[in-house]
């Protein structure tokens, strides 16, 4: 099994909290056979994200081989699992062997130079690896714990997939030609680029540097014909800092130096474009620009109906869906001269 990228496997699980492992990137489910067997995995790239369940345990890679049973090869995969801080006893794993906790499969099983990468609540509810009933937190540890050497030499970097979803190609330099030498049958990648030594199963080329993230939220200010832009830094991209700046006269709210913070750019007049950048400090070829934004008073961001002494109106149109039939009750206000004590009625 090679050349794989393995994604949004989902699961519908509502119920209470859960140890069960309902989805699964890899799955080896067999116990029989013996060692005349081998099951060779190499260079696939699996994203696991139980999220949008998170009363439930999830895994990237299991096997139910027992120690007697075929023999495993491992070897330049990227194993990440996404999954949020979960609850109770619902957990999530990078890789998953059941039948013992110091050995893996049979004797000459080697599970090497793999990536296994757990991005949320790693050591609490999230875990390299799930070892018989042992949990390991870092390749490390698995490593002493499985103290039949089968499980050397693997990492827990994140690889920085394109899209953790879409897109399994990695950007990280540590998974990056970091690899084994892999078979002789594996010639290409998913891609079908000629095979190298990088892990997942796409050969690729990091990219120099990576820009900051955000994201950006109108706040109108109509009343004074202006309105103002929040603006989110959600990854610095390993920056020390960015600066969080627009391209208007005086640059007005410009933050510098900031984190993962929310500042407010503006007052800009309405109807006015305003490029909003994040530039990343200590490196300018990794500045990035969120967008041009234009927020216009006169056409959105208004009441249609405002006590602000002008009148106002609502045109509703002539469609069939605005028609009155049958025995309807409507109710209005006509003209209201003054207010009650109780400020939703009016005389």
């Keep these: 099994m090679y050349n794989n990228a393995i994604s949004e496997i989902i699961s519908a699980y509502t119920g209470a909290a859960s140890p069960t492992r309902a989805m699964k990137g890899i799955f080896l489910a067999s116990t029989a056979g013996g060692n005349a067997q ?39 995969n990227i194993l990440a699992n996404h999954t949020v ?58 490593a002493l714990g499985v103290t039949s050497g089968q499980v050397s030499g693997n990492i827990n970097d994140n690889p920085i997939f394109v899209n953790t979803v879409s897109n399994l190609t990695p950007q990280a330099n540590e998974v990056n030609g970091t690899g084994a030498a892999p078979p002789g049958y594996i010639t290409n990648d998913l891609n079908c680029a000629p095979r190298g030594n990088d892990m997942g199963a796409y050969e690729f080329t990091p990219p120099t540097c990576f820009p900051p993230t955000g ?73 990035v620009s969120l967008g041009t934004y234009n927020f216009d008073c006169s056409t959105v961001g208004q009441n249609a109906l405002s006590f602000d002494g002008v009148n106002d109106r609502v045109n509703c149109g002539t469609g069939a869906s605005v028609n009155i039939t049958g025995t309807d009750r409507i109710g209005s206000v006509d003209h209201a001269t003054a207010w009650r004590t109780l400020s939703t009625r009016a005389t």
Excluded: K, M
């Design 38 to 76: 081998t099951y060779e995995i190499w260079n696939n790239a699996v994203s696991i994200d139980g999220s949008s369940s998170p009363n439930v345990s999830n895994v990237c890679f299991e096997s139910l081989n027992v120690t007697t049973g075929p023999i495993i090869t491992a070897s330049n």
């Design 85 to 142: 801080a979960q609850t109770g006893t619902a957990r999530h794993f990078g890789v998953v062997h059941t039948n013992s906790t110091i050995q893996v499969a049979n004797t000459g099983t080697s599970l090497t130079n793999n990536d296994i990468f757990i991005a949320n609540d790693a050591g609490v509810t999230g875990f390299t690896a799930l070892g018989g009933a042992t949990n390991f937190n870092g390749a490390a540890a698995w």
């Design 215 to 287: 994201s950006v939220v109108y706040v109108q200010d109509c009343g004074n014909n202006q309105f103002f832009l929040d603006v989110t830094v959600t990854n610095l991209a390993g920056a020390p800092g960015v600066d969080v700046v627009s391209d208007f006269g005086g640059n007005p709210g410009a933050q510098f130096g900031v984190g993962l913070v929310t500042v407010q750019l503006g007052p800009f007049p309405t109807n006015t474009n305003v490029v909003v950048s994040l530039l990343r400090n200590l490196d300018p070829s990794c500045d």
